[in-house]
């Protein structure tokens, strides 16, 4: 079992609780945001109190943390807010240490919180995976497209982390005041945010507040966006990001599942055949219900040409021709009758 959903939550509206696990030094609380029950993955918001002491050691579990309020030091380095940390499972970490206190997002990726107090890096250990840097002023904000179908304008990234294999991504975003948009997406990744300061507003949850979080796992709703005075926030996806956009906020994580299926088949029919070889399959392949929904009817002269009524294909779809005798005949404006069938 995974994470299970968990929108909306808001880390201001519970209490910090003492860090008992063995290895971790007194002074530590933590905001439980969402775990992982089986394998004791976890994000965590965690006030690290005036004085709090963290001897050398390492993690058994890959981590990333970043400093939200005050100051962290880190070794000799003393680290502000918006100082970012991807620690590879077994990198042994310096001492760490706050003089007033300081307010932290960890998470555990793949591991229940550990400490194993050591000098030196497990041997197996990715050292060359770790980084750290001040987020806020030394990575430049880039434009929200880097993911096509993109984002509206208005909203803008900064990329930490990223997996080559997997694709899964730690970044900043923000939204500029006044930022909007209007459709619904989902995607095929879990997604996970923190907001770290402003407020955003959601169609389905209102608004996100300053310690807003979610975790959303894939295929559910979200949308439309907005937010009068901008935010920014700690996003991050388990692989690849691709927005699935459509209008339809009621349908479900398994009609959005299988609309994405249906966009691989028509995409690439070889490799949906592939990907979804149980002996049910239906001939034509998944249901993509932004072709197959019911739309409202004549639109007054405004562009119906490259709509779908579920009945009608134009030649834009791509669909392939069959010869005389086939079953699917489909009249179209001009009276006319073309065979069609449904890319098998």
Known sequence: MARPHIEPFCDRDVHFKNMRLPGFSRGMGYKMLSLDADSGACSMTVQLDGGYHQPPGFSWSEREMIIVEGELKVGDQTCRKGHYFFIPAGYCMPAISTQQGCLVMMMYNTGEPSHEPSGEHHPLAQV?????????????????????????????????????????????????????????????????????????????????????????????????????????????????????????????????????????????????????????????????????????????????????????????????????GSPHHHHHADGSHHHHHHDD
């Open 128 to 324: 060359d995976l770790y980084h750290s840097i001040d987020s806020y002023m030394d990575i430049p904000w880039a434009m929200g497209n880097l993911v096509k179908p993109s984002v509206a304008a208005g909203c803008l990234i900064k990329l930490l982390n990223f997996n080559p294999i997997s694709h899964a991504m730690t970044f900043l975003y923000c939204m500029t005041p006044c930022f909007k948009q209007d459709n619904i997406s989902y995607h095929d990744c879990a997604e996970e945010s923190y907001h770290l300061w402003g407020t955003s507003w959601m169609m389905q949850f209102g608004d996100i507040p300053t310690g807003g979080y979610f975790w959303r796992p894939a295929y559910i709703n979200h949308g439309a966006f907005a937010s009068e005075y901008g935010c920014i926030a700690l996003g991050r996806t388990d692989s690849k990001l691709f927005n699935h956009f459509h209008y339809n906020p009621w349908t479900t994580p398994k009609e959005n599942q299988e609309r994405a299926g249906a966009r691989l088949y028509q995409r690439d029919p070889l490799l949906y055949k592939w990907a979804l070889s149980y002996d049910h399959n239906h001939p034509h392949g998944p249901e993509d219900f932004e072709k197959t929904m019911q739309l409202r009817g004549n639109e007054q002269g405004h562009d119906n040409e490259h709509k779908s009524d579920g009945k009608r294909h134009d030649h834009w779809h791509g669909h392939d021709h069959q010869e005389d």
